[in-house]
């Protein structure tokens, strides 16, 4: 699988649609611990997560996903317990934690969309060369962003794999289902969070024809 | 292909060093308030692409494209940050901003008593050595230079 999400920002900076590809996996590692705790843990944003020892597989950053099977929410588990007080109990070891990368809750993502968009506006400002447009790509060693933004201010923006080549084929392809399925749609609100399910499966379609069948076919 | 210029910040946000070779576009601001947003672009990018990021990273954001041009970006693990606008057909940067680092930076400034780390850098040597590598490099059209 080569391409990991699909997001699609208005002209304001506000997220209206995204999507992530479903076999799309976040590491998670599980492992039993004794008392003391190796790892040195924090409560950062709501979560209670790695801040410092690195190891097997387990790494800053990550946070706590679950104990002895029990799935977290936040900083508590789901039996309302505080995950930071079970873990300073020494009754409670051995004890089993999952740690893995933290899904990205919608308002996080509606956070990163208007990120994005003023990252996208600060670009252009700070160019060294005249009349250039905003970032349409962007490359870490893990993945590649590729925006595309129309002629309205509209931006297409597809995490993929940092090899992939040709995804502009797929933003135009996209672009294309938005401007039949959503703006087509007598009950679409421009600017509004799109909640169509012509478009949602539509859009579905071409990423699992892209996954398929591979960029050049669409 | 061209190099337009090059910034070099400390883990501060303190813009060290600033040249540029070929820069057509001259912004209405200042250049201070140039390098705290270029700094601030930075910053916000990278705890931008660490969140969005499926796998965890190793090395984090490298680069981005426009329409025009092309911004490299590479981090010691002391928090210094270079960063590098050229051309698009450039392909990676890392090693010459590597480069940078390991031979002029450390050579000229960190062996340099008389250099305060984290002040901008006055050093004419280091300086004259910085605008000699770059100018030699394949990435460095002499065509456009001033």
């Not at chain 1, 060294?128 to 923006?157: N, R």
């Not at chain 2, 910040?9 to 705290?36: A, I, N, P, V």
Request: hydrophobic content about 40%; proline content about 4%.
């Amino acid at each position: 699988m080569t391409i990991y999400s699909v997001y699609i920002i208005n002209k304001a900076g506000s997220l209206i649609y995204h999507y992530d590809s479903p076999n799309l996996s976040r590491p998670a590692v599980e492992k039993t611990f004794s008392y003391p705790l190796e790892l040195v843990l924090k409560v950062f944003d709501e979560k209670v997560v790695v801040a410092f020892g690195e190891r097997d597989g387990i790494k800053v950053g990550h946070a706590v996903l679950g104990i002895n099977g029990i799935p977290a929410e936040g900083r508590l588990l789901q039996d309302k317990r505080d995950i930071m007080e079970i873990l300073a109990n020494e009754e409670n070891y051995p004890i089993n934690i999952k740690f893995g990368k933290p899904n990205l809750t919608v308002n996080e993502r509606i956070m990163l969309a208007s990120m994005l968009h003023s990252l996208f506006a600060i670009g252009s400002q700070l160019s060294p060369e005249p009349q250039t447009s905003g970032i349409q790509a962007l490359e870490t060693d893990t993945f590649k962003l590729h925006c595309h933004q129309t002629m309205t201010g509209v931006k297409f923006v597809i995490i993929a794999d940092p090899k992939q080549a040709n995804i502009d084929a797929v933003l135009k392809k996209l672009y294309e289902v938005y401007a039949d399925y959503a703006l087509k749609n007598p009950f679409y609100s421009l600017d509004m969070p799109i909640r169509a399910e012509l478009f949602d499966s539509n859009l579905q379609a071409v990423m699992e024809q892209v996954d398929k069948l591979g960029i050049s076919n669409i | 292909m061209t190099i337009f210029n090059f910034y070099l910040f400390d883990r501060h946000g303190t813009c060290l060093y600033y040249t540029e070779w070929s820069r057509k576009k001259q912004l209405t601001m200042s250049k201070d308030e140039e390098f705290k947003l270029m700094y601030g672009m930075i910053f916000s990018i990278k705890s931008f692409a660490s969140r969005l990021s499926p796998t965890d990273m190793k090395e984090g954001f490298l680069n981005f494209t426009t329409s025009k041009y092309k911004l490299h970006f590479f981090e010691t693990p002391s928090g210094l940050k270079f960063i590098m606008n050229t051309d698009l057909s450039v392909g990676g940067m890392k090693d010459v901003l590597h480069q940078i680092f390991s031979s002029l930076y450390v050579e000229y400034i960190v062996k340099n008593p008389l250099c305060d780390m984290d002040q901008p850098i006055t050093s004419e040597l280091f300086k004259n050595k910085l605008d000699e590598y770059v100018r030699a490099l394949p990435q460095f059209s002499t065509k456009v230079a001033s």
